[in-house]
């Protein structure tokens, strides 16, 4: 039997490539869907907030800003506190696409649990819940040391 983690690691990419697929008639890059989902619910988060919650590093965070910004998803300001810290903002365009975003996530979601009776889906979700814990709880006390 395959490990759990590269059986997550393959739904993972598999995922990616759906992703990638649907988000592009959007003119979204397949993990864009996190940050515009992050700015959306948080307008005015640092790109350093921004990148400890999507577990990516501050470089690739810029990347990626960078071209959102350039497509007019974001705009980026100085913060009038702090004028080292960019503070995030969606546009009108982000704003008008996050409920697709959020509508293409679910239907993901809901193909590949279509199968598994919902009280299990509700165990699984559970156990994957504890497990993505304690994976963040292991990263965050190597990060601290």
């Known amino acids: 039997m395959d490990s759990f983690v590269k059986m997550i690691n393959r ?11 649907e988000f592009k008639k959007l003119g979204l890059g397949e993990m864009h869907h996190a940050y515009i989902l992050s ?11 921004l990148a400890c919650k999507i577990f990516i590093n501050k470089s ?7 071209q959102l910004e350039m497509k007019g998803f974001i705009t980026r300001q100085s913060d009038k506190k702090d004028a080292r810290r960019l503070q995030i903002f969606p546009t009108e365009k982000s704003l008008a696409i996050e409920a ?22 509700e165990v699984l979700l ?9 994976a963040e709880t292991e990263m965050c006390k190597k990060e601290q040391k």
Not at 39 to 49: D, F, K, L, R
């Open 11 to 21: 739904i993972a990419r598999l995922s990616a490539l759906y992703r990638e697929k």
């Open 39 to 49: 700015i959306c619910a948080e307008p005015g988060i640092s790109q350093e907030e």
């Open 60 to 66: 690739n965070v810029a990347r990626q800003l960078a």
């Open 100 to 121: 697709e975003v959020r509508s293409i996530l679910a239907k993901w979601n809901q193909k590949l649990l279509a199968e598994i009776p919902s009280e299990q889906q």
């Open 126 to 134: 559970s156990d994957l819940q504890t497990i993505m814990e304690k």
